[in-house]
């Protein structure tokens, strides 16, 4: 089971960008799924998650209002587009999916099967 982010990279502030997180090994149609961040120095982060029909989805407070996490059950994949980016923004973004845990989206123990981690970078 693997999960492969991609469309990370450099941008301007105020930028946008958009991750893709691609499923292997496992369907992932009935799991949830997410992306959390940890920026150098500091604490790993909750970004978004969304249930596995796409009924609920869940933001951050950082991110909220700019980005949007929507995900493709046909395509297996995740997709987390982030606009108005900040410098504070910059991170290795890691998308990740559960496999049948239980528990509150926003926490990282919920999922079982994590991505190998994506660098956004925004410039000032």
């Known amino acids: 089971v693997q999960l492969q982010a991609s469309g990370g990279g450099l941008v301007q502030a105020g930028g946008s960008l958009r991750l893709s997180c691609a499923a292997s090994?496992?369907?992932?149609?009935?799991?949830?799924k997410g992306w959390f961040r940890q920026a150098p120095g500091k604490k790993r982060e909750f970004v978004a998650a969304i249930s596995w029909n796409s009924g609920s989805t869940y933001y951050g407070d950082s991110v909220k209002g700019r980005f949007t996490i929507s995900r493709d059950n046909a395509k297996n994949t995740v997709y987390l587009q982030m606009n108005s980016l900040k410098p504070e923004d910059t991170a290795v973004y890691y998308c990740?999916?559960?496999?049948?845990?239980?528990?509150?989206?926003?926490?990282?123990?919920?999922?079982?099967?994590w991505g190998q981690g994506t660098l956004v970078t925004v410039s000032s």
């Open positions: 090994g496992h369907t992932f149609e009935r799991n949830a």
């Open positions: 990740v999916a559960e496999t049948g845990r239980t528990g509150a989206y926003i926490y990282p123990q919920k999922y079982d099967i």
